[in-house]
């Protein structure tokens, strides 16, 4: 059956809407209890969770050193499980390194990581490890296409973490509550994972997996020392405007910019990270299966991401200045300026992002690291070189510079696909002469 036939059949778009409803029940909760949140908690405690937050998105790429990543793209069971154990493995001892990195970060007083607590670096430990673990666990059920496990997952995860951030904050624990949300949010929800997996890990470790941890990490060297550079790099792209503007204005403009950033990555968060899992999986089944098809796959999910993008995001973007101050409150108006500001950024990353798994599959992570590189110097050099003409001229300027880098990489992805196909359909007609020309063909006709 090619990829075409699994269309056809709706198989893709039936798991992307699995995996995009738990999703979205998750992220449902979240946006349900942001106009309390805008009430328990000020501009002030948004801010010093953003900065908190901006600094954990980034750890938590690293935390499992991408081998997380690697789990989907496994080529057999066993591979897959012996990078789960891994990444488990590699789970706690990254963790206290990266806790460590921030407390040294705040004594040096870096881009206002400062204004953070001491008991911040403690509580880093707990919701990477928890982070970690989640994310290895969810793409072995990514590799067997088990998306209602990962759906009812998420439900739990978002659900917890709007209800115990709306009770924290009733209980006036200041943006502490926002944190203690997020934790139990990420510690919730590996359960149910885990215990589909149990089995098969417990199989390998049975084997003498242990024993030979370091053996599948120099296999995987690629995750490590490829694809983690390029994930750091995409997260600090994410996660640096807000320390930036912390420092550049104050942490009540970070405050403003951390809700703008909150409520548009709700659909984006949605719509990309259900359709990334799913397209991961169905590009490597199209890459053994059906050699010679990548680009159209690509060009058929770009087009579907596009249409949806602009339903979701024009009428939000226009509506926002004005909704903000409804559903927020007026302290909260210049959030939703900004949120329109951003329309274009939200458009291509929401369109594009998806599709970059592409070249994980195809083994070319190395080109993600270009534009990561481009993505992380481009649009934030125009934000803090904007800094002198105000916040809203800055964040916009911000958002042309990200769009036009993910329109670049839009056209990069679309060159890759096709020499992917070159290469595929070359190597097939390679296999099928070599069959034709062996020994042991020529004995046979001649036979």
């Known amino acids: 059956m090619t990829w075409r036939d699994r269309v056809k059949g709706g198989a893709f778009t039936r798991e992307v809407l699995l995996l995009s409803g738990g999703t979205l029940v998750g992220q449902l909760a979240t946006v349900l209890v942001t106009p309390l949140l805008t009430r328990l908690y000020s501009p002030a405690d948004m801010g010093l969770f953003g900065l908190y937050f901006s600094f954990v998105s980034v750890a938590s790429v690293a935390v499992c050193l991408r081998v997380d990543l690697g789990v989907a793209s496994a080529r057999t069971p066993r591979e897959a499980v012996a990078l789960l154990v891994l990444c488990m493995a590699l789970c706690p001892l990254m963790s206290m390194m990266l806790a460590g990195s921030l407390a040294l970060l705040m004594s040096r007083h870096v881009l206002s990581f400062d204004l953070l607590p001491v008991w911040t670096v403690w509580l880093l430990l707990p919701a990477l490890t928890a982070t970690g673990v989640f994310s290895g666990l969810r793409y072995w059920h990514v590799r067997q296409r088990d998306f209602s496990l990962i759906s009812r997952a998420l439900v739990v995860q978002g659900s917890a973490r709007a209800g115990v951030s709306v009770v924290a904050g009733v209980g006036h624990l200041g943006w502490l509550g926002l ?9 919730l929800g590996i359960y149910r994972l885990w215990t589909a997996a149990a089995s098969a890990v417990r199989d ?24 983690l550079p390029s994930s750091l790099l995409d997260a600090l792209g994410a996660a640096l405007p807000i320390p930036i ?29 259900s359709v990334a899992d799913v397209f991961h999986a169905h590009s490597a089944q199209t ?40 559903v927020f409150g007026a302290t909260w108006t210049d959030a939703g300026v900004l949120t329109m500001l951003l329309g274009p950024l939200w458009w291509t990353s929401t369109v594009v992002s998806p599709v970059s798994r592409l070249l994980i ?7 993600k690291l270009y534009f990561d590189v481009l993505f992380i110097s481009g649009p934030l050099a125009v934000l803090y070189g904007l800094r002198a003409y105000g916040l809203t001229i800055a964040v916009a300027g911000y958002g042309l510079a990200a769009a036009a880098a993910y329109l670049v990489f839009a056209v990069l992805l679309w060159h890759v696909s096709g020499r992917a196909d070159r290469a595929a359909l070359l190597s097939v007609d390679a296999a099928v002469s070599s069959a034709t020309t062996s020994p042991a063909t020529i004995s046979l006709k001649a036979g």
């Open 361 to 367: 599959v195809i083994q070319k992570p190395a080109l």
């Open 245 to 273: 503007i912390a420092t550049v204005f104050s942490p009540v403009a970070a405050g403003q910019f951390a809700l703008a950033w909150r409520i548009a990555t709700v659909p984006s968060g949605l719509v990309a990270a």
């Open 287 to 326: 890459q053994s299966i059906q050699p010679g098809s990548m680009r159209q796959l690509v060009q058929q999910t770009l087009l579907r991401l596009a249409v949806v993008a602009t339903l979701v995001f024009v009428p939000v973007c226009l509506l926002a200045p004005v909704g903000f101050r409804i």
């Open 179 to 187: 944190v203690m949300g997020d934790l139990v949010g990420r510690c």
């Open 204 to 227: 390998d470790l049975r084997a003498g997996g242990l024993r030979a941890l370091h053996v599948r990490l120099a296999v995987a060297w690629r995750y490590p020392l490829i694809v």
